[in-house]
């Protein structure tokens, strides 16, 4: 396989025996559906005699429970359960990595919105009011709504104390750390949120041999079915778990939320129980991204090159752990950015708070990172007078450098080659009509006619890993099965692997056309009755269950030439060697010089094949006291250019134009790829210019998508995009993930553009009007302005 890059812009036409094999673009299978608004999300769940959940949750954001009076509410007409603590038959207490938050709080409420007690009446009125008449007694505890007072210890968030992680990253650093030109930097990031357009919902059936079927919008159904077994005190066989229609997910559905109450309900009244959250309740029920600050000392040459960069980081994990451990770490390893460096000392730590739970989100991690060691590169060409283009091309990553983990970062690095793409590009045209207030910041509002409308550009660069991380033995499986039918032969694959939007079953769809050359194929609705495919998360699923599809359709093809060359080996000699010149190709199985041997479906009388596989990835290992070992699969890299229009009179802004390279390995779908690039970069946008929970004293102020804003089309400016293929060898096909490293480098482009334009230092994000106003933007914070400004004041 070559290494040498393949540049995209378009996506690839469609294949002569039928298209839709790897490197097409076919129709979404769920996509018409979709845009006709006939696909069955999970809250369009239903089943007769189903009963309705309700969630009681804690007002206070750290408070002793004193007592629960649910008479009332059980008495009311209508009303089946009223379950607490007191409830749970098994564990009360669930979570991905340490089971620390409780299925329904006992003794202490943690943050604001915990759930309590839950409610199960014949319809969703009768549930709410049930939940509003459930009394709770409660003692409010000392609130610790800063890391900086979280890692005082003043007030203990769990009794083992504060701390989550802690993480040190040291090499090259015997020598000390100093260099000609140093500059420093502190950087603050705000909360965010997922905002997945559907908010958590799901439907729990209970079985005659007490089990249960739980049917729910998640990432990952052998994670959550694993949780539930030790909260229901039930064996994981008695507990099947089916993938219902996520309507988007982003970290957001990797933890359990209502699965557990779903259960507890069901099983408690032996009627089928469905929830859905409202949006408002959606904020308090998962997981956000880490808000956090970030301190940089950078050293250089005076020519530009890095000499060594010293980083403090400190996020808010919020009250319970969730994914918080590899975030932190990997915000850590990621800290330089895409540079080499001969000397790091990195400190990362992450402490819980009585601030919502934060854990898993959209580059995990790295998008912090990224906005630290982005501004830092801009700070550093500041300094010196350099282009910060050219300053980050003299100091990319090349082939064979080390991460700060020591770690080589292994083939053919695309990061020179990103952002050599973009230099590459034209820039937009200048304005040249000021009369159009849609061209202008404002917009329709009509608040300026172009004289205090200054222009920026700006870049940004990021990357994170793929998969697992730290010696997690990750592995996904699969199932293929061939069979004919009336119109011939239908392969039908089945996997535990969610499809949350981002295309998975078109690829895999597409990797059995491939390999099988079988047109029809049904991808079959992912649960536990294959073994697991773990979350889709990580930019793993088309590596790691694109993987497992390829080796079960490779144990299938090898079924299928055995049986041909039984039958057939005394007319075709090349069967006979199983070499590589028989293929198989529009439903027929193909030899020397293309010549038809047979169809499959005359190897198929004999009954279907059924393969199932397992694929693992090559080991990892977990960091050792100084932060050094080989803990990542992959790299995967993006790199963006931001163009945007500042306002400086108002602080309004307007983004004219983004540019994205981003390298995929190979594009299995480039049409799908080119929908991550945009909508990872829409996600960045929006963390850049609105996206921020508002916490103050761990009191969410903005739980609505009034309040809580996202970028729509109006925001997202026209996008140019270029798809760069450079094969990871040890991957299937040479693939590398896609789904997130938009996201990462987007952020800091757009600040970039905005701090080029204003003349502002831009330490936080997301930027607000008042920080691109000279005048106003030494002033206080407005009240709620952020939930980091709380969490680290005086950090």
């Not at 409660?138 to 003043?154: I, K, T």
């Not at 982005?374 to 080390?402: K, S, T």
Request: with cysteine; hydrophobic share 40%.
């Amino acid at each position: 396989m070559s290494a040498d890059p393949i540049a995209r812009e378009a996506p690839a036409t469609g294949r002569p025996w039928g298209g839709g094999a790897i490197g097409d673009s076919p129709a979404r299978p769920d996509g018409d559906l979709k845009v006709r608004g006939r696909f069955a999300f999970s809250s369009d769940l239903h089943v007769d005699g189903m009963l309705w959940g309700a969630t009681v949750r804690s007002p206070h954001p750290h408070a002793r429970v004193l007592g629960i009076d649910a008479a009332t509410a059980a008495a009311m007409p209508g009303v089946h359960a009223v379950l607490t603590a007191a409830d749970v038959p098994g564990a009360n207490s669930f979570g991905l990595i340490v089971a620390d938050q409780p299925v329904l709080a006992a003794e202490v409420v943690r943050f604001e919105g915990e759930a309590v007690a839950i409610v199960a009446a014949e319809s969703l009125e009768a549930a709410r009011r049930a939940a509003e008449a459930v009394v709770v007694a409660y003692e409010p505890l000392s609130v610790v709504h800063r890391v900086v007072d979280a890692l005082a210890g003043e007030v203990t968030v769990h009794p083992a104390g504060n701390v989550v992680r802690d993480i040190r990253i040291r090499r090259g650093t015997e020598d000390g750390l100093t260099a000609p030109v140093v500059v420093r930097g502190e950087y603050r990031v705000g909360m965010q949120d997922q905002a997945p357009l559907g908010t958590e919902s799901g439907l729990a059936v209970p079985r005659p041999d007490g089990g249960v079927d739980l049917y729910a919008n998640t990432q990952w159904i052998h994670a959550d079915r694993n949780q539930l077994a030790s909260v229901l005190a039930l064996p994981p066989s008695s507990i099947h778990v089916q993938l219902a229609g996520v309507g988007g997910a982003f970290g957001a559905r990797e933890d359990i939320s209502l699965q557990a109450h779903l259960c507890l309900l069901a099983l408690r009244t032996g009627r089928p129980v469905k929830m859905v959250y409202s949006r408002e309740e959606s904020f308090y029920g998962h997981v956000h991204r880490h808000s956090g600050v970030l301190r940089y000392e950078h050293g250089a040459d005076r020519d530009g090159r890095l000499r060594y960069v010293r980083c403090e980081i400190e996020l808010d994990g919020g009250a319970y752990a969730s994914t918080s451990s590899p975030v932190v770490s990997n915000t850590a390893a990621f800290a330089v950015g895409p540079y080499a460096c001969p000397a790091v000392d990195i400190r990362a730590v992450v402490a819980y708070t009585n601030n919502p739970p934060c854990g898993a989100m959209r580059g995990f991690g790295a998008v912090q990172a990224a906005v630290g060691h982005e501004a830092q590169m801009d700070r550093l060409a500041r300094e010196l007078g350099m282009d910060p283009l050219e300053l980050r091309l003299l100091n990319v990553l090349g082939d064979g450098d080390l991460m700060p983990t020591g770690q080589p970062v292994p083939g053919v690095v695309p990061a020179r080659a990103l952002l050599e793409e973009l230099r590459s590009m034209p820039l937009p045209p200048e304005r040249v009509d000021d009369r159009d207030p849609l061209t202008l910041p404002g917009g329709a509002g009509y608040v300026t006619r172009g004289e205090g409308v200054v222009r920026g550009v700006g870049y940004g660069i990021g990357f994170k890993a793929g998969g697992m991380p730290e010696g997690v033995r990750d592995f996904s499986t699969a199932r293929v099965r061939v069979r004919r039918h009336a119109d011939g032969v239908v392969a039908e694959v089945a996997t535990a692997a969610a499809e949350v939007g981002q295309g998975l079953v078109s690829v895999v769809a597409q990797i059995v056309r491939t390999e099988l050359g079988v047109d029809d194929v049904v991808v079959l609705p992912a649960d536990t009755g294959v073994g697991s495919a773990g979350s889709s998360s990580a930019s793993r699923q088309t590596y790691m269950t694109g993987g497992a599809v390829k080796v079960a359709c490779d144990a299938v093809r090898l079924e299928l030439l055995t049986r041909a060359h039984d039958r057939f080996g005394h007319l075709f000699p090349e069967l006979l060697e199983f070499g590589h010149e028989v293929t198989l190709a529009a439903g027929a199985l193909l030899g020397a010089e293309g010549r038809a041997v047979c169809t499959i479906a005359d190897l198929l009388d004999g009954g279907a094949i059924e393969e199932e596989r397992r694929f693992d990835h090559h080991p990892t290992t977990s960091l050792d006291e100084d932060g050094q070992g080989s803990p990542h699969i992959q790299f995967i890299f993006a790199a963006h250019r931001a163009v945007a229009d500042v306002d400086v009179e108002t602080g309004l802004s307007r983004l004219v134009e983004l540019a994205v390279v981003q390298d995929v390995g190979r594009a299995i779908n480039p049409l799908a790829v080119e929908g991550q690039m945009e909508g990872g970069t829409a996600q960045g946008i929006g963390l850049a210019l609105m996206e921020e929970i508002q916490v103050r004293e761990g009191r969410v102020l903005n739980p609505s998508f009034t309040d809580y804003l996202i970028p729509t089309t109006l925001d997202v400016p026209p996008m140019r995009l270029k798809i760069l293929e450079i094969p990871d060898e040890a991957a299937p096909y040479g693939i590398k993930g896609a789904g997130e490293p938009a996201t990462i480098s987007s952020t800091p482009a757009v600040v970039a553009a905005l701090r080029e334009a204003s003349g502002r230092d831009l330490a936080r994000v997301p930027v607000r009007p008042w920080d691109l106003i000279p005048d106003l933007s030494e002033l206080a914070s407005p009240p709620g302005a952020g939930s980091h400004d709380n969490l680290h004041e005086g950090a």
